[in-house]
T-cell receptor
Framework: SQQGEEDPQALSIQEGENATMNCSYK?????LQWYRQNSGRGLVHLILIRSNEREKHSGRLRVTLDTSKKSSSLLITASRAADTASYFCATDGAGTASKLTFGTGTRLQVTL | DTAVSQTPKYLVTQMGNDKSIKCEQNLGHDTMYWYKQDSKKFLKIMFS???????INETVPNRFSPKSPDKAHLNLHINSLELGDSAVYFC??????????FGPGTRLTVL
């Protein structure tokens, strides 16, 4: 299967705590992206990290990329109830055509 | 204004029917996509078009036929619907490479 793996499959934390999600993939990439999906809704792009970058920040989000291990992590700091959603990593494979291969997703529940 | 829109939002139909889902983007992107998300939330690319030209076709049954009348539209026609076609179908668009903008999805239920 070309599907990437995400870990954990589900994560439940309290508001204010940090949430870390991991993603592993199998092939060479141009970039890796993280998306959020609220229940019953479309996907919203969070952050993109290129294959030559190791770390990127955006607000409360921190993404790392280790191409030698073919893995990435997404850290959400100071989580809020509104962060409750499913989070997907997606790799854009090496090549000229943009083709996202999505991971299996992590379901994050943030409780008050 | 919605960047990527899909119609209909919900589609319930009988096995064997033919149906279409429409997608439009007003972002001026050259590339559009169709994805299928199954009941386990696995999301998989089906097709990609760049400037009305098919560039990605992922082992999708030929009952599925995408059509791009212009670069702002990418429609998906499905013939002879089967139970296994039940899923949420997402349209997306992007510049040549980079982040993708997703539509709200079309939930297809085949009875």
């Amino acid at each position: 299967s070309q599907q990437g793996e995400e870990d954990p499959q589900a994560l439940s934390i309290q508001e204010g705590e940090n949430a870390t999600m991991n993603c592993s993939y199998k092939t060479s990439i141009n970039n890796l992206q993280w998306y959020r999906q609220n229940s019953g809704r479309g996907l919203v792009h969070l952050i993109l990290i290129r294959s030559n970058e190791r770390e990127k920040h955006s607000g409360r989000l921190r993404v790392t990329l280790d191409t030698s291990k073919k893995s990435s992590s997404l850290l959400i700091t100071a989580s809020r109830a509104a962060d409750t959603a499913s989070y997907f990593c997606a790799t854009d494979g090496a090549g000229t055509a943009s083709k996202l291969t999505f991971g299996t997703g992590t379901r994050l529940q943030v409780t008050l | 204004d919605t960047a990527v829109s899909q119609t209909p939002k919900y589609l319930v139909t009988q096995m064997g029917n033919d149906k279409s889902i429409k997608c439009e983007q007003n972002l001026g992107h050259d590339t559009m996509y169709w994805y299928k998300q199954d009941s386990k939330k696995f999301l998989k690319i089906m097709f990609s078009y760049n400037n009305k030209e098919l560039i990605i076709n992922e082992t999708v049954p030929n009952r599925f036929s995408p059509k791009s009348p212009d670069k702002a539209h990418l429609n998906l026609h499905i013939n002879s619907l089967e139970l296994g076609d039940s899923a949420v179908y997402f349209c997306a668009s992007s510049p040549r490479q980079g982040r993708q903008f997703f539509g709200p999805g079309t939930r297809l239920t085949v009875l």
